[in-house]
């Protein structure tokens, strides 16, 4: 078996840090710069979707184009005409997942109804969706546990297939009759299915494991499973079905299968290096109208990569094509090629976050008189986009190459030796030594930079936002006021499901990006994505393996377990017994005196870890549910807490060679007006600058990477590998002051005492599991929480992002 890769050589400049970049258009460059540091510089044209669009699908003639969005808003499907690349027409959907399928005949559309448990068909008459019917599979959810994704339709539409993500199964089913004619158990869950052009096999991608299933479809009976590489998803056969691409998006390939004898023949690298790392997610596939160009989707690295797969088995990498934001699906029309891209080209802020609302509609959007009424919340913040890219001629695809390359921070490079400077404790490779010896990782919930650190005339803070400043987080001022204050600091994670992911292993896979939204909406799916499934994993495993496999000590303070139960086997026999996890009806005292406990014990004994998380998680707040505490002595309560656990560790013996580093797992209940991914973020420790505002952009990844280069740790993903370590924040001159608590200065035990709309509204709030609450309406309740129940949010901002002049000027003068 053969791999292929592509093997480029591109000039890079490396240049150093010169000024502040803040997310959004780059004038003299026409990019878009991500909060994560990625960039932005979409091919072709682009027509708006909706929320998280996952398949398209075209007809048999190519005269209709379908799109199902399956995002945490409005779930919809949407009818395009590829060729003038206009919208025909649009229905809004209860509940749906990426499975799509024409007829034939094109007469008849079938669509995932999602955890409703069924397939919905649509009649297409006169160039729109008409009659709609449902074939429904069991149950809905909770009931039925099902959930149809991939579909595929034999020619004559008799039978319709269906495979799916909840029970793990293949569905044969009479659309006619809208009958179930038979349930195939599978391995593990399912993403796609395709048939054979003589509709003898069909093939499906077992998402969950690493192999696709055949299927003999006159038997109705799996005959073989073919192993592939982890996570494939998207399925593609050529013509004469003679060979079976599938994208395997943990390992960056495709694998190319001759179905003559079901065997892998070549395995093509996707990657813009030659790098294991996970990070590209790999998962689109398109052939040209010759089928001698193969289109790849890698999702996190905003691109397709372009094979010439005339030879099989003889690939031969030809470039890449820029996209925009996570690419989900390419498809190929003629001479045009079609990218879903499924958060759009762009972050956004979110001034208007949370504000007072009395109604909400499907999509998750305030309803009001105007759209300066709508909320802003993140998970639905981003809309996807269809690019139309014409099939470039060989001096265009260089061109676009170089795109690629200018947008990605990322080289292979830079796993062997990050950005840093030479006599900084931060080190800048492997094998180099740090005088700092002990990381202290602390991970709270969910909070934006505006709404805590708003107030802070240094930084570019917008004090209208502000609703738990000094007065409630004395302490984490003094954080950003006496060490660094990191104002142009972002999360990599939208949300609590994937942000503990990425705050564990700078990347989430596949399987977290495309089902989160789904529950996150209300709609129903299975939701332990903190190590509970191992379908959510990344290919080499969260930060405590990478500790495991060098050799570093390590220890969880409630981070991805509960007490002594952990949810990863790396962790099993490393978390602290009297450590929570998450629970809001435990205050953060009781995590802190589980930790100093647990830490006096070690430090007697001469064995504190070298890395240790800690879950200091309470700032979630529980809302304004009556009896519980306040928003703002939770949020005061998670301030003691860290501000505890900073004066403890600053007066041990172990100070001189440690670190600490806090951030959110995300900011999701909040608004902030640079971008709705900015977060508060503290860095501490002897060897930390004192009294230093620092304005470089810097992410979750960047904070881990700065971890890893100090405990000796290869970065996990191509993100960490990639991003800014924080070596700017450092200095090679310590500091051994220890850190006096500041008090604070309300009353922790404050409790919900008031009967009011939003109190009412918190009774019926979940909060046994992080993120289980619909947070547009627990950051509405937050924020009335503080200004007033009849509260009224500043007027939304409606500029284009651009570099800010003053920051760039004091950077440049500094």
Known sequence: MKKSSIILFVLVLVTTHVFAQWPGKVAETNQILLPNGWKLSPAGRSLQLGDLPLNMQISSTGKYLAVTNNGQSTQSLQLIDPKTEKILDERVLTKSWYGLAFSKDEQHIYASGGNDNWIIDFQIKNNKLAKSDTIKLGPIWPKGKISPAGIAVNKNNTKLYTVTKEDSSLYIINPAKREIQKRIQLPAIAYSCVLSADESKLYISLWGGHSVAVINTNSETITQTILVGDHPNELLLNKNSTYLFVANANDNTVSVINTATNKVIETIATTLYATQLTGSTTNGLALSSNEKTLYIANADNNCLAVFDVSEPGESKSQGFIPVGWYPTNVKTLGSKIIVTNGKGNTSLANPQGPQPISKVDNSGYQMGSTANNRLQYIAGLFKGTLSFIDVPKPEQLKAYTKQVYANTPFTDKKTIEADGEKGNPI??????????????????????????????????GDTSLVLFGKRITPNQHAFAEDYVLLDNFYVDAEVSADGHNWSMAAYATDVVEKTWPTSYGGRGGTTNYEGGRPVTYPKGGFIWDYCQRAGVTYRSYGEFGDYAKANIKSLQGHMCPASPGFNLDITDQVRVDAWQHDFDSLLVAGTVPQFNTLRISNDHTSGQKKGKISPQAAVADNDLAVGRILEHLSHSSVWKESVVFILEDDAQNGPDHVDAHRSPAYVIGPYVKRNTPV???????????????????????????AAMPLFECFTSTPNFTPYTLKRPLIDLNTRNVAVNESSKKSEFFNFAKEDSVPDLELSEVVWKSVKGENSIMPAPKRSAFVILEKKKKDAADK
Not at 453 to 459: A, I, N, R, W
Not at 708 to 720: A, F, H
């Open 427 to 460: 080190p800048r490779k492997l094998g180099e030594k740090s005088p700092i010896k002990h990381v202290f990782y602390i991970i709270k919930e969910n909070r934006t930079y505006d709404q805590v650190l708003g107030d802070l005339p240094q930084g570019n």
């Open 695 to 721: 304005h470089t952009m810097y992410s979750t990844s960047g904070f881990l990477r700065t971890m890893e280069l100090i405990l000796g740790l290869p970065p996990m993903s191509q993100y960490d590998a």
